[in-house]
């Protein structure tokens, strides 16, 4: 298990980018022998001045000025207790943004910052879904604009297509991720505690009107988020 980090480490990432207006993602990389892994911030912005960030990822100044610019970070949303790394500088940074994690993943998160709760209003722009079938310990996040859904998920779901270097190519393959987006090795063994129900949450994911883009906490956003999730609810078949 890697060391929670107490203070603000900023690892190579790169640009912060707007998949649509009021909505940014960055993916980061996790340093590892002979290559990178990636993992994946996403900031929304809920108006009012405030943003939530799912799975918070220390970034170069410009960066997080930039966000700050959107709206003062008022959810530190850790989808699961992996995604901790970097909670406790974040909650540092700032002390008034609400941490929101999943009920079975509280006790993790608690490790790293406090206080944690189990439930967020996030307002018109955003909402949190505690992934059926996991055990209650991962969340989901369905973001809309318009007519259109973002859906955001964390570990259940990975599509790291193009792994850069030996060692990442090597530990993505091993643990199942990509070519296309899939339910991952380890994902399998932590997170799938009832294959049916989450089989059941994907296909009414798949169905829903207006369902834009797919963006998971690790790998590749996926563009055409019905077709991917039944075809892996029928991999839990």
Known sequence: MAKLHDD?????????????????????????????FPRRMTVIGLGNGRTALWSPIPLREEAMARIEALGAPAFLTVPNGGH??????????????????????????????????????????????????????????????GGEITLLTNDIIGHVAHPRGVGARVMARLMGFGPRARITRPARWFFVKDKAALAAQLREWSKLEGLRRLIPSHGDIVDRPAAALERIARSLD
């Open 8 to 36: 603000w480490q900023v690892l190579p990432h790169g640009p912060l980018t707007e998949v649509e207006p009021g909505l940014l993602t960055v993916v980061g990389q996790i340093p590892m022998p002979l290559g990178n």
């Open 84 to 145: 901790r790394l970097d909670l406790r500088p974040f909650h540092k940074r700032y002390p008034k943004a609400k941490i929101v994690t999943a009920p079975g993943s509280k006790a993790r998160v608690a490790e790293a910052a406090g206080p944690v709760q189990t439930r967020a209003s996030l307002g018109d722009r955003a909402k949190l879904v505690v992934l059926a079938g996991s055990g209650d310990a991962e969340l989901a996040m369905m973001v809309q604009r």
